[in-house]
């Protein structure tokens, strides 16, 4: 029987399992390869190991890195490569490349850089969601690792202003954009009809940039104008996330919820009512004392919900 694996990683809004591109990544690619992922968000109450995010543990085993925690995923057999040719191999590897060097930095610029997006959105929300006193100061260490990350990787000659740099940035993760529009084409991934490591990467970069509500939307308005970009996200979330375009579970799943809640209910308002008739028994004096097996069902609340928690 496999080890249990729990996966602690940002938590999600906006119609988002995740709002961290790495998270988002890593939970693509248990969903597309089956792994039981047990997924632990960020919370108040919750403290990153090291402060590095995603990390799954294992038994004793702790790993962090998008990269490493899929090539973990795939020695326990949860593999969704499987299928892929030694080209295609090699393409999944260039492409990865690719986003790393041209959208990731656009990414953390419209997340931790740009300054209305960061005051309005990023800041509040991720600070909500750390300790107190760490809130006051971990997002602001989080925008200057972004900063300092951009202006190693672009920031020297013949670029040596922010604005120029910036304007670099944007202008690659559109080409960037662009390329992935090309290579995806009418097809439903990017290798067919099944997801595979490169869908799980591109929709970690991707769906952030789709989804979240930022005052400053320049990559989101690019990214709108190609609609099989776009078409690609909603489908892993409605397929693999069981989210609809709306960012909420299908009116199937829903009714089920509500039936679930409904039946909860009754027989708790059952497992009360035998308690009463065993409470008069016992103070019946033509009945001696007895016990009466109590039907209890736990709330249905308890239970986690889907952006917690990842079935294989």
């Known amino acids: 029987m496999a080890a249990p694996m729990e996966l602690s990683c ?33 919370n108040n109450s919750w403290r990153p190991p090291k402060g590095e995010v ?20 795939r020695r326990q057999k949860y593999n ?29 610029h419209t997340f931790w850089v740009e300054a209305e997006n960061y005051c309005s959105v990023t800041k509040p929300w991720f600070a909500s969601r750390i300790a107190f006193p760490l ?21 020297g000659p013949p670029l040596y202003s922010l604005t120029e740099v910036e304007a670099q940035i944007y202008r690659d ?15 439903q991934f990017f290798f067919g009809d099944t997801p595979t490591t490169l869908d799980a990467f591109v929709f970690g970069f991707l769906a952030p940039i789709y989804k979240v509500c930022f005052p400053r939307v320049q990559l ?36 089920a919820d509500a039936n679930l809640q ?21 103070k019946s004096p033509q009945h001696p004392p007895r016990k009466l097996t109590t039907l209890k069902l736990a709330a249905g609340g308890e239970e986690s919900s889907p952006l917690n928690r990842l079935s294989p």
């Not at 961290?20 to 997924?39: D, I, N, Q, R, W």
């Not at 559109?174 to 390329?179: A, F, H, S, T």
Request: charged content about 20%.
């Open 220 to 255: 989101q308005e690019h990214m709108k104008q190609l609609p099989n970009l776009c078409r690609f996200c909603d489908d892993v979330l409605t397929c693999y996330f069981r989210l609809t375009v709306s960012g909420h579970s299908p009116a199937g799943q829903d009714t």
């Open 173 to 187: 993760a559109k080409e960037c954009l662009n390329l992935l529009s090309k290579r995806l084409g009418t097809s």
């Open 80 to 108: 969704a490569d499987y299928e892929l040719s030694a080209k295609q191999g090699a393409d999944t590897l260039a492409y990865i490349a690719l986003l790393e060097e041209k959208l990731l930095p656009a990414l953390l």
């Open 54 to 73: 995603p990390v799954l543990i294992s038994e004793d085993i702790v790993i962090s890195q998008p990269a490493k925690i899929l090539n973990f995923l």
């Open 262 to 282: 409904k039946l909860t209910q009754l027989v708790n308002k059952e497992s009360n009512l035998i308690e009463k008739m065993d409470d008069n028994l016992r």
């Open 10 to 42: 940002w938590g999600g809004d906006w119609g988002l399992p995740s709002l961290h591109p790495e998270s988002l990544t890593v939970m693509a690619y248990a969903k597309f390869s089956g792994a039981p992922l047990t997924v632990n968000t960020i």
């Open 135 to 155: 809130s006051l100061y971990l997002p602001g260490k989080m925008s200057r690792e972004a900063l300092n990350r951009i202006l190693l990787t672009r920031g």
